[in-house]
């Protein structure tokens, strides 16, 4: 017979709070073959699984993504605000975490480290060439540099003024851009504020944590590469994260219908 929905609620309720016995937990813990992680994984990977989880997310909470959820994601900035925290406050906030989760991961061994092979069994020689062999596999795979925070708001400039953005375009032989108007020569540049080091944020002598870069050196890059974009004849618009896309999006229609 089968279970009713009825049942499995009153199950569920009558467990919650009950520690498992370790024998339970044990019979939990069946491991996956290979064949079984791969075949997970082409699943998850397929339009078909991503499309039902977005719709189940806007079912259950009203957004695709989770870090969409002002609700419950503290790298949205609304989560903060929600909170009482200012526009500014909330951004630093979202700055302290992200330098935080960074340097847990960096002190903390993985097999990116050849003490984590050693220690695993490897000689020094071993350990060394498995990390080499990791790092030429990952070099050869194609890299989404673009974040999410990024593809959503070109996405979102594409969808108000129907227009065709180009993602990830070498430009002068030089420069990747995050976005690319061809017809228009426009260029558009997604700047997160933890990396590009928002002067809001930063003093000059400031030191980011995963470039080791001062902040000085950002904004001179950032500042050469833009002027060098412009000199070439190409309109380049900058959006930092914690701007407005309300008033982006106005000074970014006026070039657009200028140009026409």
Avoid at 32 to 52: G, H, R, V
Avoid at 71 to 86: E, L, P, T
Avoid at 154 to 181: H, P, Q, S
Wanted: charged share 35%; net charge positive; proline share 2%.
């Amino acid at each position: 017979m089968k279970m009713t929905q009825n049942h499995k609620d009153k199950i569920r309720k009558a467990l919650i709070g009950k520690p498992k016995t370790e024998a339970h937990k044990n019979a939990l813990r069946i491991p996956k073959s290979e064949e079984t992680k791969k075949k997970l994984s082409l699943i998850n990977k397929t339009k078909e699984t991503q499309d039902k989880r977005k719709k189940t997310m806007l079912v259950k909470y009203g957004v695709e993504f989770s870090n969409q959820d002002p609700n419950r994601c503290y790298f949205n900035k609304q989560y903060w605000i929600n909170k009482g925290f200012s526009k500014d406050e909330a951004q630093r906030k979202i700055t302290h975490i992200q330098t935080n989760n960074y340097l847990k991961v960096r002190n903390r061994k993985s097999f990116w480290q050849s003490s984590f092979w050693i220690e695993n069994g490897f000689s020094e020689i071993e350990a060394r060439k498995k990390v080499h062999d990791l790092q030429v596999l990952n070099s050869s795979k194609s890299r989404i540099t673009v974040s999410k925070s990024c593809k959503n708001f070109l996405d979102k400039l594409e969808n108000k003024f129907n227009v065709k953005i180009n993602r990830e375009i070498d430009l002068c032989n030089r420069f990747k851009v995050d976005g690319f108007i061809r017809d228009k020569n426009i260029v558009i540049e997604y700047f997160g504020s933890f990396w590009h080091m928002n002067p809001l944020f930063y003093e000059e002598n400031d030191i980011n944590v995963v470039t080791k870069m001062k902040a000085k050196s950002v904004w001179n890059e950032d500042n050469g590469r833009i002027k060098y974009l412009n000199k070439a004849g190409y309109e380049t618009f900058i959006f930092w994260d914690i701007d407005s896309f309300d008033e982006f999006a106005e000074r970014f229609k006026n070039k657009l219908y200028e140009s026409n």
